[in-house]
């Protein structure tokens, strides 16, 4: 069996693109309609810029967000000085509903369960922690066969370290609208899945070489990064991996044109319970 590491999430790197990177959360959370929840999660949290969105538009629910890694949460807590939202480190393989204390109203979990190996097994103990009436919501990305990751691997396997690249950027199938739809239908919800290809316009004032680069320095080449120290292995692979983006995402005269597919779905338990 082959472990493979978690990545080392880097909070600087999610400032760059804001704006692209928050709007499908924004899309996902204009389809729950909690009025008044006691408790909202987030898994997988991040660095926390849109878990404190939950706290702001339900400033009356005790809000927590739950990451694996450590930097994210410093970065976190130090977006939220008056401690509004509980900041909780932990695994989401192992995460336990029963250890925020109640029931949840809102469940949220936004471009997360692509790193979760088996998450689909994960969905049906969240949404069985709701309150009667609550709400699940899940966003992620569906874009592993554009040319950004396509080309990645491509690249890993002419490395001189192709197995270990290889095993790295195997990440966890994420399932299509329909999947996610039959799930949560199986559980007694009422279900809106749907999908979303956003058309990013990176860097429209030409001051960043290879911005779709950029952005997946940030995301998807993580696994990556956290292998090749800097050095010749690294250049090895970065070199020939942002000439190919260069040419598979050319600039035009509004900017970087980047495709970016995201899968969605919204589910309500029953006001009597799953």
Same mark, same amino acid.
């Not at 956003?198 to 998807?220: I, K, M, S």
């Given at each position: 069996?082959?472990?493979?590491?978690? !990545?080392?999430?880097?909070?600087?790197?999610?400032?760059?693109?804001?704006?692209?990177?928050?709007?499908?959360?924004?899309?996902?959370?204009?389809?729950?309609?909690?009025?008044?929840?006691?408790?909202?999660?987030?898994?997988?949290?991040?660095?926390?810029?849109?878990?404190?969105?939950? =706290?702001?538009?339900?400033?009356? =629910?005790?809000?927590?967000?739950?990451?694996?890694?450590?930097?994210?949460?410093?970065? =976190?807590? %130090?977006?939220?000085?008056?401690?509004?939202?509980? #900041?909780?480190?932990?695994?989401? $393989?192992?995460?336990?509903? =029963?250890? +925020?204390?109640?029931?949840?109203?809102?469940?949220?979990?936004?471009?997360?369960?692509? #790193?979760?190996?088996?998450?689909?097994?994960?969905?049906?103990?969240?949404?069985?922690?709701?309150?009667?009436?609550? #709400?699940?919501?899940?966003?992620?990305?569906?874009?592993?066969?554009?040319?950004?990751?396509?080309?990645?691997?491509?690249?890993?396997?002419?490395?001189?370290?192709?197995?270990?690249?290889?095993?790295?950027?195997?990440?966890?199938?994420?399932?299509? !609208?329909?999947?996610?739809?039959? /799930?949560?239908?199986?559980?007694?919800? $009422?279900?809106?899945? #749907?999908?979303?290809?956003?058309?990013?316009?990176?860097?429209?004032?030409?001051?960043?070489?290879?911005?779709? /680069?950029?952005? +997946?320095?940030?995301?998807?080449? $993580?696994?990556? /990064?956290?292998?090749?120290?800097?050095?010749?292995?690294?250049?090895?692979?970065?070199?020939?991996?942002?000439?190919?983006?260069?040419?598979?995402?050319? $600039?035009?005269?509004?900017?970087?044109?980047?495709?970016?597919?995201?899968?969605? %779905?919204?589910?309500?338990?029953?006001?009597?319970?799953?």
């Amino acid at each position: 069996m082959t472990v493979r590491a978690t !990545p080392i999430w880097d909070p600087g790197g999610y400032w760059r693109f804001s704006d692209e990177r928050s709007r499908p959360f924004g899309d996902l959370l204009g389809q729950v309609g909690a009025r008044e929840p006691r408790l909202v999660v987030d898994l997988g949290c991040g660095h926390g810029p849109m878990t404190t969105l939950l =706290a702001k538009r339900w400033p009356q =629910a005790r809000v927590v967000g739950v990451d694996s890694s450590e930097s994210m949460l410093e970065a =976190a807590r %130090a977006l939220d000085p008056d401690g509004r939202v509980e #900041w909780v480190l932990g695994d989401l $393989r192992e995460w336990d509903p =029963a250890s +925020v204390g109640a029931a949840p109203d809102v469940v949220v979990t936004s471009s997360t369960l692509q #790193w979760v190996p088996g998450h689909l097994d994960l969905i049906e103990p969240w949404v069985g922690s709701l309150a009667p009436g609550g #709400w699940f919501a899940m966003q992620v990305p569906g874009n592993f066969d554009a040319p950004s990751h396509a080309l990645m691997r491509a690249t890993a396997q002419g490395h001189s370290r192709s197995g270990e690249l290889t095993a790295a950027l195997e990440v966890p199938a994420v399932g299509e !609208p329909a999947t996610y739809l039959r /799930l949560l239908a199986r559980l007694g919800c $009422r279900v809106d899945a #749907w999908e979303t290809t956003y058309l990013h316009v990176l860097d429209p004032e030409a001051q960043d070489e290879n911005p779709v /680069l950029t952005w +997946v320095t940030a995301t998807g080449l $993580r696994p990556v /990064l956290d292998l090749l120290q800097e050095g010749a292995d690294r250049d090895a692979f970065i070199e020939p991996y942002a000439a190919a983006l260069a040419e598979a995402y050319p $600039r035009t005269t509004a900017g970087v044109l980047f495709p970016f597919r995201r899968i969605f %779905a919204v589910a309500q338990r029953p006001d009597g319970g799953a």
